[in-house]
């Protein structure tokens, strides 16, 4: 039985454990089926509460992995991504209140896709990642007071960034949004523009 399920995990290449698969009961079967699964390409973590930092330990390493889509801490994340460097595709959620986010100099420099918070935009591009598709949401009140200007400031997007698609929550106060789209972006092909939730709340 036991080299059946190890047959099995070898085989998994997706693994994704949602609304109530990632509940704290559910904690530790997550966490010992990780262990089992070295060839996913697709890693999807949504937990319904704040998980152990040890939920992606330093050792674990998906040599195949592409595509990431977590809401775990950052400060847990910066040592996984340091060891998964052909990373494609990458969705952050999870909370990161910190001035500077701990994802600062992660090296992905395969990066094509990313959606995240405001205030982890510079730390994940700031290395030179191909970045074709950006996504950028507001989870709380302190990212819709970001300044969008300095998020779309062409020193935060480094040149070797190609946007061609653009999705940006934004608040009501900020101005000429148009013009610094277009000059961080100049080739790009689709944009959507969303007001923040919170935008109200900012003055």
């Given at each position: 039985?036991?080299?059946?399920?190890?047959?099995?995990?070898?085989r998994?290449?997706?693994?994704?454990?949602?609304?109530?698969?990632?509940?704290?009961?559910s904690?530790?079967?997550?966490?010992?089926?990780l262990?089992?699964?070295?060839?996913?390409?697709?890693?999807?973590?949504?937990?319904?509460?704040?998980?152990?930092c040890h939920?992606?330990?330093?050792?674990?390493?998906?040599?195949?992995?592409?595509?990431?889509n977590?809401?775990?801490?950052?400060?847990?994340?910066?040592?996984?991504l340091?060891?998964?460097?052909?990373?494609?595709?990458?969705?952050?959620?999870?909370?990161?209140?910190l001035?500077?986010?701990?994802?600062?100099?992660?090296?992905?420099?395969?990066?094509?896709?990313?959606?995240?918070?405001?205030?982890?935009?510079?730390?994940?591009?700031?290395?030179?990642s191909?970045?074709?598709?950006?996504?950028?949401?507001?989870d709380?009140?302190?990212?819709?007071?970001?300044?969008?200007?300095?998020?779309?400031?062409?020193?935060?997007?480094?040149?070797?960034?190609i946007?061609?698609?653009?999705?940006?929550?934004?608040?009501?106060?900020?101005?000429?949004?148009?013009?610094y789209?277009?000059?961080?972006?100049?080739?790009?092909c689709?944009?959507?523009?969303?007001?923040?939730p919170?935008?109200?709340?900012?003055?």
């Open positions: 039985m036991a080299k059946h399920q190890i047959d099995i995990a070898l998994v290449d997706i693994i994704e454990v949602l609304n109530k698969a990632g509940s704290l009961a904690f530790n079967s997550i966490q010992a089926i262990k089992c699964t070295k060839n996913i390409t697709t890693l999807h973590l949504q937990f319904s509460f704040k998980p152990d939920i992606l330990p330093a050792t674990l390493v998906f040599k195949n992995l592409m595509t990431l977590v809401n775990i801490p950052h400060t847990t994340l910066a040592q996984f340091a060891k998964h460097l052909d990373i494609q595709n990458l969705v952050l959620g999870g909370p990161c209140n001035p500077i986010c701990p994802l600062t100099g992660c090296q992905l420099p395969h990066l094509k896709d990313l959606v995240c918070l405001p205030g982890c935009v510079r730390a994940l591009t700031s290395a030179g191909p970045l074709q598709r950006l996504g950028v949401f507001h709380t009140i302190q990212d819709s007071g970001f300044q969008t200007t300095q998020l779309l400031n062409l020193t935060c997007i480094p040149s070797s960034c946007l061609a698609t653009l999705h940006l929550d934004f608040n009501h106060t900020v101005t000429d949004l148009l013009t789209i277009d000059a961080a972006a100049p080739g790009l689709f944009l959507k523009l969303m007001e923040s919170f935008s109200d709340r900012v003055r």
